[in-house]
């Protein structure tokens, strides 16, 4: 007699009805991944149902595009019909908590963009409704996709190998440079009631979740700063066509201490003039190193010091070989992949968790983890760059990795 995977999960539907809900740059992103899991990896049947969005006619558009059967603008009505079983969240920060809450409570199987939410609060709400999901069978997942980037996958497995030895130091750095023009105009990103924070919530969670993540480790201490260099902004709504106050930072350092005694720094600015999307990672230990950047993603930089001195030296890892993360469903070796793969591995992972009633990862206890170090470094900015200590952590789980 076999047991059944979970006693109260509902039989799997022969095909999972898909909706996404958000058009616009991660709704295009998620998109893409939904079209073209299925010619890549061996993934459960499912159908690309419904497109959310509240213009219809733009929705409606989009949704012709990017392959949805059809368009909505009410996702509340579209969360409780019956064909569909799984909620992709693509919209601000400040429509999670609702979202994925009623969505998890209809029992759909729910993947949410980063931050996991705006707040603590809602970020601990839709934690416990995950956990009452998970009981039913139901499965969520928050989509840091730099998890699925190959060469990061890779210096994981190195890093928990021991090949690095005793990680000391950690440096993070997210860069980008949208917002250096002082009058670039306000959006809901710049508003602390839409985005929660700036540069923090938006990459330095995406730095912060890779520390985590490359080192399995817990954060126990954190001091931050935050600074806004850019105050006010044209072309908000609220200010006619006057200047609005920008309500969230424009930059973030943090120092992160982790529970093995190794240390991180976290530097994130969407105001750094000439950096697009630089995400740079750099991992120290005493037998080694490991070196990233997203500019270059196939690659992996690699220094083993436990080589000869005089052979020692950092080499350049092509991480684009069949035995590499998720690389055996992409094509010959050397054939470089791009920042969307990320979003496609995503799904795949997704789909396969909920197929095989398998924790995905990172669960929304990772997420809210996040949440945690995010919430210190506020807390600590405004204490001067107080040193705050962090309550005990969620365990960090591995994903369903690799092709
Ligand atoms: N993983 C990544 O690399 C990455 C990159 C960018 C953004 N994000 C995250 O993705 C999320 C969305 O960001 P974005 O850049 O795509 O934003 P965006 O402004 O480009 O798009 C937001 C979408 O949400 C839709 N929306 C807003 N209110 C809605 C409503 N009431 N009903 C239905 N749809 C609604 C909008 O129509 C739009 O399509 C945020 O949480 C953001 O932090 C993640």
Redesign the pocket.
């Known amino acids: 007699m076999t047991t059944p995977a979970h006693p109260t999960a509902t039989p799997a539907p022969p095909s999972l009805g898909v909706a996404a809900?958000?058009?616009?740059?991660?709704?295009k992103?998620h998109s893409n991944a939904w079209r073209n899991v299925a010619s890549f990896f061996d993934v459960p049947a499912f159908e690309q149902k419904v497109l959310?969005?509240?213009?219809a006619t733009?929705?409606a558009e989009a949704a012709t595009k990017y392959g949805w059967a059809e368009a909505a603008?009410d996702?509340r009505e579209v969360i409780n019909r019956d064909d569909i079983h799984i909620i992709d969240?693509?919209?601000?920060?400040w429509?999670?908590a609702e979202i994925a809450i009623a969505a998890l409570e209809a029992g759909k199987h729910v993947l949410?963009?980063?931050?996991l939410a705006n707040t603590l609060a809602e970020a601990e709400l839709m934690t416990a409704a995950a956990a009452k999901a998970r009981a039913r069978g139901v499965q969520s997942m928050i989509?840091?996709?730099?998890r699925r980037v190959p060469a990061l996958a890779l210096a994981r497995e190195l890093i928990a190998e021991g090949r690095l030895g005793t990680v000391r130091h950690v440096r993070a750095a997210y860069l980008q440079d949208w917002l250096a023009d002082d009058q670039s105009p306000m959006?809901?990103?710049l508003r602390k009631e839409t985005a929660g924070s700036g540069a923090l919530?938006?990459i330095a969670?995406?730095a912060i979740d890779q520390v985590l993540y490359l080192l399995g480790d817990q954060v126990t201490e954190v001091t931050g700063r935050l600074h806004t260099f850019v105050p006010q902004r044209p072309g908000g709504k609220a200010a006619g066509d006057g200047l609005e106050d920008v309500t969230v930072d424009d930059a973030a350092w943090a120092t992160l201490s982790l529970a093995s005694g190794a240390i991180a720094s976290v530097e994130v600015s969407r105001v750094a003039t000439g950096q697009k999307n630089s995400l740079k990672l750099e991992i120290y230990g005493d037998r080694g190193t490991i070196l990233f950047d997203l500019e270059n993603l196939n690659e992996l930089g690699f220094l083993d010091a436990t080589a000869p001195v005089r052979e020692q030296g950092f080499r350049r890892i092509l991480v684009n070989e069949p035995e590499h993360p998720y690389l055996e469903a992409w094509w010959p070796q050397g054939h470089i992949i791009g920042w969307e793969h990320t979003?496609t591995h995503q799904v795949r992972d997704f789909l396969l968790a909920v197929r095989d009633q398998t924790p995905p990862s990172p669960s929304f206890e990772e997420g809210l983890n996040v949440q945690y170090i995010l919430n210190a470094v506020e807390e600590s900015a405004a204490a001067k760059s107080a040193l705050i200590q962090l309550p005990g952590a969620a365990p960090e789980t591995s994903p369903t990795e690799g092709a």
């Open positions: 809900i958000g058009y616009a740059f991660m709704g992103a959310v969005g509240r213009d733009a929705v603008t996702w969240i693509c919209a601000p920060g429509m999670h949410v963009e980063k931050p989509g840091f996709n730099y959006t809901w990103r919530g938006d969670s995406h979003f």
